[in-house]
């Protein structure tokens, strides 16, 4: 079975998968998992999905009241299928999809009218140094608010680095061999 939208007004929705190994989606149950632990906080939310694979945090976070969601990608066929799934669930009024590479920056959030978010889904490429780069963007460019909740999908090695002290780990779950960090943004 592929990718579907688990709850909220969407709910049953099947979306688009990225063919190839360009990304790795996160399983349906993992994400309800996620969600649940969130409950109230997606209510109203403004969330950025970076690392955005399929779109399908943003667009779970929206079927269940999330005012806005902006994707951040980098590979184009997965930007491509990100659009697909936005269109197929008419929501391109409360949407942005930008491309960009987030290791270098995310200056391209800037020009956003919704900021700053209060909600932040990251699901990296494993292993691959990139919540470091993410997190330091997200504060240098004061595109959190006081009190957002930025959750990270990572492999156990790969730990939510020290020193990025704006952060403080809220709660950790291990599912399987993935990690999901829950930080508060503490400024």
Do not use: W
Request: aromatic share 8%; net charge positive; glycine share 6%.
């Amino acid at each position: 079975m592929g990718l579907r939208i688990i709850s909220g007004s969407l709910k049953g929705k099947k979306l688009h998968s990225v063919r190839g190994r360009v990304t790795r989606p996160t399983a349906d149950r993992l994400r309800e998992s996620i969600f649940n632990i969130l409950s109230f906080r997606t209510r109203d939310a403004i969330v950025a999905d970076l690392f955005a694979g399929t779109g399908a945090f943003g667009i779970e976070a929206l079927s269940r009241g999330a005012a806005f969601a902006v994707f951040v990608e980098k590979y184009r066929d997965a930007l491509s299928v990100i659009e697909r799934n936005v269109c197929s669930c008419a929501l391109e009024d409360r949407t942005k999809i930008i491309r960009r590479d987030i290791k270098y920056n995310l200056n391209c959030l800037r020009s956003l009218p919704c900021l700053p978010f209060n909600l932040v889904f990251m699901d990296p490429p494993y292993n691959k140094n990139l919540i470091r780069p993410a997190l330091c963007g997200l504060h240098a460019g004061s595109f959190l608010k006081k009190g957002a909740c930025v959750i990270v999908e990572h492999s156990p090695p790969e730990q939510i680095p020290e020193d990025c002290s704006e952060y403080a780990i809220a709660d950790q779950r291990r599912y399987g061999k993935t990690l999901v960090s829950f930080l508060d943004y503490m400024l």
